[in-house]
């Protein structure tokens, strides 16, 4: 039996120094807090650069207006598309940017965004701490129990502070320090929301509002966006400036609850936060899956066990809430705070095989509420049923973008996630305890399965002269690269388009429901195209591993990730030239793990525990856990690679050097 609070803690961050490129973040999966060395947030100015310190949520959204002071969505303004001709007729899609649409185009792009809920810090004698007054610093997150402590010298005095967040939006401070009583206090400060990686503007002072009202609530308004927020605890609690307030008490012992509605603050103690927050993560940590490689010979497997521990933490705070997450999770702003949904199943579809698919399931939910906007996305350009966008927000907005809406790989993704979601509660091999009888379950998903899939069909083309279907262009696939009116059945496209409509039709099916002809189509869509004996990026390209050997190398990933059928001689060879030629520097976090399941499929375990932990800049995993994509700055963190480590780690099994133990796990199923 593997000691899981033991094994959680012994890989606990801890930081000796200010690290502004691994700063640790305290969450609940909608909401989080992430923290400098003093444990709030004192030094933003040094970490904005690297990976912000901030606070963010997955209500905090802000639109701002148009230059025109009106709001506008891609639905209700008809600004000039790009067009293409597809199958004798044309289709339009907010793709090239041109004088004519720029400044619509972008604003589209931008609006809305997550945005920096507040700023809370350090000061003494009503002067801000510089770094320099700081030493002897020593911070530890303890995993286990979500609980941030930071302690350190300041002017010559000891100062522990413990930070946490409750199962609410609110965050738990307290200070234990001799200077408490002698100067030391806390600073609270609301900047106005911006797009940008911070989601902070604090210079633009009169662009919003913040009112300090009688019975202790802050009223935040900005442009059209509301939000509040109390300070609750034995302190005082004074306004300082149009946006900035002074929390002072020789006890420094309080929370800070924030909330998009007025009604959903309430006043919580330091005590009642750390008890949920102990109890939150006992819960995680000891319901479903866990993963020990520790007894293994090979060198690496303390640091395979450390990105596996981190990942699953980082996952429970930054990535298991009512939105499918963004890139950054709930840290920083990457697209503007949007969520790319291609990247949903990459971050999270791992849950449901660990047994915690209770946490995936409150994302998928969104698609239920958005749908009718994903089928008024399919039917601006004549096809059926709902269309998934790549970038978008709460509404499902699609986004003006040179590729994203010509992206199609993300369309069976809510399928995939509901598939492995049932099996993991409703199969033999279950691994959750469902909470629902098994046909109420199917029913309330039915008309997201039906309406996507109706899509995928629609979308396939029939060649009568090769009696079989296509995905035709303009389309780009998982690599995002080539000419999106060249790009013709993509390997990696075609495979999931039939997994997801045979899964759908096996979904309805249960339900009594029959859709034989998407196991026609499904059973006849293209085959890959093989050139000298290889699998090519797309129909007709022959200088996939030349000239396109960049980015995401998808045309192998296909029979790992959801079992599709291939020849096996083809598709070694396909990797073996992966590897032989591919810019591996060019590779995102999560291809590293895509490749694994692919070896790992082919039972070649080694090689998949080689490729899952290669050394390169963009399969780095920092002191917080979070995986670094070199030197990008507007991605201080990843975290597709993160969520893709856990899945991979499903399919991988004990091997030469590898010893791996699990409790609670489903095998990955395809």
């Given at each position: 039996?593997?000691?899981?609070?033991?094994?959680?803690?012994?890989?606990?961050?801890?930081?000796?120094?200010?690290?502004?490129?691994?700063?640790?973040?305290?969450?609940?999966?909608?909401?989080?807090?992430?923290?400098?060395?003093?444990?709030?947030?004192?030094?933003?100015?040094?970490?904005?650069?690297?990976?912000?310190?901030?606070?963010?949520?997955?209500?905090?959204?802000?639109?701002?207006?148009?230059?025109?002071?009106?709001?506008?969505?891609?639905?209700?303004?008809?600004?000039?598309?790009?067009?293409?001709?597809?199958?004798?007729?044309?289709?339009?899609?907010?793709?090239?940017?041109?004088?004519?649409?720029?400044?619509?185009?972008?604003?589209?792009?931008?609006?809305?965004?997550?945005?920096?809920?507040?700023?809370?810090?350090?000061?003494?004698?009503?002067?801000?701490?510089?770094?320099?007054?700081?030493?002897?610093?020593?911070?530890?997150?303890?995993?286990?129990?979500?609980?941030?402590?930071?302690?350190?010298?300041?002017?010559?005095?000891?100062?522990?502070?413990?930070?946490?967040?409750?199962?609410?939006?609110?965050?738990?401070?307290?200070?234990?320090?001799?200077?408490?009583?002698?100067?030391?206090?806390?600073?609270?400060?609301?900047?106005?929301?911006?797009?940008?990686?911070?989601?902070?503007?604090?210079?633009?002072?009169?662009?919003?509002?913040?009112?300090?009202?009688?019975?202790?609530?802050?009223?935040?308004?900005?442009?059209?966006?509301?939000?509040?927020?109390?300070?609750?605890?034995?302190?005082?609690?004074?306004?300082?400036?149009?946006?900035?307030?002074?929390?002072?008490?020789?006890?420094?012992?309080?929370?800070?609850?924030?909330?998009?509605?007025?009604?959903?603050?309430?006043?919580?103690?330091?005590?009642?936060?750390?008890?949920?927050?102990?109890?939150?993560?006992?819960?995680?940590?000891?319901?479903?899956?866990?993963?020990?490689?520790?007894?293994?010979?090979?060198?690496?497997?303390?640091?395979?066990?450390?990105?596996?521990?981190?990942?699953?933490?980082?996952?429970?705070?930054?990535?298991?809430?009512?939105?499918?997450?963004?890139?950054?999770?709930?840290?920083?702003?990457?697209?503007?705070?949007?969520?790319?949904?291609?990247?949903?199943?990459?971050?999270?579809?791992?849950?449901?095989?660990?047994?915690?698919?209770?946490?995936?399931?409150?994302?998928?939910?969104?698609?239920?509420?958005?749908?009718?906007?994903?089928?008024?996305?399919?039917?601006?350009?004549?096809?059926?049923?709902?269309?998934?966008?790549?970038?978008?927000?709460?509404?499902?907005?699609?986004?003006?973008?040179?590729?994203?809406?010509?992206?199609?790989?993300?369309?069976?993704?809510?399928?995939?996630?509901?598939?492995?979601?049932?099996?993991?509660?409703?199969?033999?091999a279950r691994v959750e305890v469902p909470t629902e009888p098994?046909?109420?379950?199917?029913?309330?998903?039915?008309?997201?399965?039906?309406?996507?899939?109706?899509?995928?069909?629609?979308?396939?083309?029939?060649?009568?002269?090769?009696?079989?279907?296509?995905?035709?262009?303009?389309?780009?696939?998982?690599?995002?690269?080539?000419n999106p009116e060249e790009i013709k059945n993509p390997p990696?496209?075609?495979?999931?388009?039939?997994?997801?409509?045979?899964?759908?039709?096996?979904?309805?099916?249960?339900?009594?429901?029959?859709?034989?002809?998407?196991?026609?189509?499904?059973?006849?869509?293209?085959?890959?195209?093989?050139?000298?004996?290889?699998?090519?990026?797309?129909?007709?390209?022959?200088?996939?591993?030349?000239?396109?050997?960049?980015?995401?190398?998808?045309?192998?990933?296909?029979?790992?990730?959801?079992?599709?059928?291939?020849?096996?001689?083809?598709?070694?060879?396909?990797?073996?030239?992966?590897?032989?030629?591919?810019?591996?520097?060019?590779?995102?976090?999560?291809?590293?793990?895509?490749?694994?399941?692919?070896?790992?499929?082919?039972?070649?375990?080694?090689?998949?525990?080689?490729i899952l932990l290669m050394d390169t800049a963009k399969n780095?995993?920092?002191?917080?856990?979070?995986?670094?994509?070199?030197?990008?700055?507007?991605?201080?963190?990843?975290?597709?690679?993160?969520?893709?480590?856990?899945?991979?780690?499903?399919?991988?099994?004990?091997?030469?050097?590898?010893?791996?133990?699990?409790?609670?796990?489903?095998?990955?199923?395809?």
């Open positions: 039996m593997i000691n899981r609070e033991a094994l959680v803690r012994k890989y606990n961050p801890i930081l000796l120094s200010q690290r502004t490129h691994s700063p640790l973040t305290v969450g609940n999966g909608d909401f989080a807090f992430t923290a400098d060395v003093t444990g709030l947030q004192t030094f933003y100015e040094a970490y904005e650069h690297d990976c912000p310190v901030l606070t963010m949520s997955n209500w905090g959204w802000h639109t701002a207006p148009f230059e025109d002071g009106k709001y506008y969505s891609l639905d209700d303004f008809n600004y000039k598309m790009t067009e293409y001709y597809y199958e004798k007729r044309i289709v339009k899609y907010p793709v090239k940017e041109t004088k004519e649409n720029s400044a619509l185009y972008n604003y589209l792009r931008q609006n809305p965004h997550r945005f920096n809920l507040a700023r809370i810090g350090l000061c003494l004698n009503g002067r801000p701490i510089e770094e320099s007054d700081v030493s002897d610093i020593r911070q530890e997150l303890d995993m286990y129990t979500g609980i941030l402590t930071s302690r350190f010298t300041l002017r010559g005095e000891r100062v522990c502070v413990t930070t946490i967040v409750a199962n609410t939006d609110t965050i738990a401070v307290k200070i234990e320090s001799a200077l408490a009583g002698e100067g030391l206090a806390v600073f609270m400060e609301f900047p106005y929301a911006s797009p940008v990686k911070t989601g902070s503007d604090f210079a633009a002072t009169d662009k919003h509002f913040t009112r300090f009202h009688d019975d202790g609530i802050i009223e935040r308004q900005l442009d059209k966006d509301k939000y509040y927020c109390l300070v609750s605890g034995n302190v005082t609690v004074t306004k300082t400036g149009m946006h900035k307030f002074l929390i002072e008490d020789p006890g420094l012992t309080f929370t800070v609850s924030l909330a998009g509605e007025r009604e959903k603050l309430s006043a919580v103690s330091f005590k009642q936060v750390k008890e949920e927050s102990e109890f939150r993560f006992y819960s995680f940590w000891n319901k479903g899956a866990i993963i020990d490689v520790t007894a293994s010979e090979d060198r690496r497997a303390d640091e395979l066990e450390r990105r596996i521990i981190t990942s699953m933490y980082l996952s429970a705070v930054q990535d298991s809430g009512v939105l499918p997450p963004q890139e950054t999770g709930l840290t920083c702003n990457s697209w503007y705070g949007k969520f790319h949904l291609e990247m949903h199943p990459v971050h999270e579809a791992y849950l449901a095989i660990y047994g915690r698919g209770a946490m995936l399931e409150k994302s998928l939910k969104w698609y239920v509420k958005s749908l009718p906007c994903a089928v008024r996305n399919a039917g601006r350009n004549g096809f059926k049923g709902a269309r998934w966008s790549k970038m978008t927000g709460p509404a499902c907005q699609d986004s003006p973008s040179v590729i994203a809406p010509l992206l199609v790989w993300q369309q069976p993704h809510v399928i995939y996630m509901l598939t492995l979601l049932y099996m993991s509660r409703y199969n033999d098994e046909e109420e379950f199917l029913k309330k998903y039915a008309d997201v399965v039906r309406e996507t899939a109706l899509f995928m069909a629609d979308f396939c083309v029939y060649d009568e002269k090769q009696d079989c279907y296509e995905l035709k262009p303009p389309l780009y696939s998982v690599q995002e690269k080539g990696f496209e075609a495979a999931y388009f039939a997994f997801g409509l045979r899964a759908a039709y096996e979904w309805l099916k249960k339900l009594h429901e029959e859709h034989a002809e998407w196991l026609k189509i499904a059973e006849r869509i293209k085959k890959p195209y093989v050139n000298a004996g290889l699998l090519q990026a797309y129909e007709g390209c022959e200088d996939t591993y030349t000239k396109l050997n960049i980015d995401h190398p998808s045309m192998v990933f296909a029979p790992g990730f959801i079992g599709a059928e291939a020849d096996e001689k083809v598709l070694e060879a396909s990797l073996d030239a992966v590897m032989k030629n591919w810019d591996f520097e060019s590779l995102w976090g999560w291809d590293f793990a895509f490749l694994a399941l692919t070896y790992a499929k082919l039972g070649h375990m080694e090689k998949a525990f080689d780095t995993y920092v002191e917080s856990g979070n995986n670094a994509q070199a030197e990008r700055k507007d991605l201080p963190l990843y975290l597709p690679g993160n969520g893709s480590l856990l899945l991979a780690m499903a399919a991988l099994k004990s091997c030469k050097g590898w010893y791996v133990q699990t409790e609670g796990l489903m095998n990955y199923p395809f």
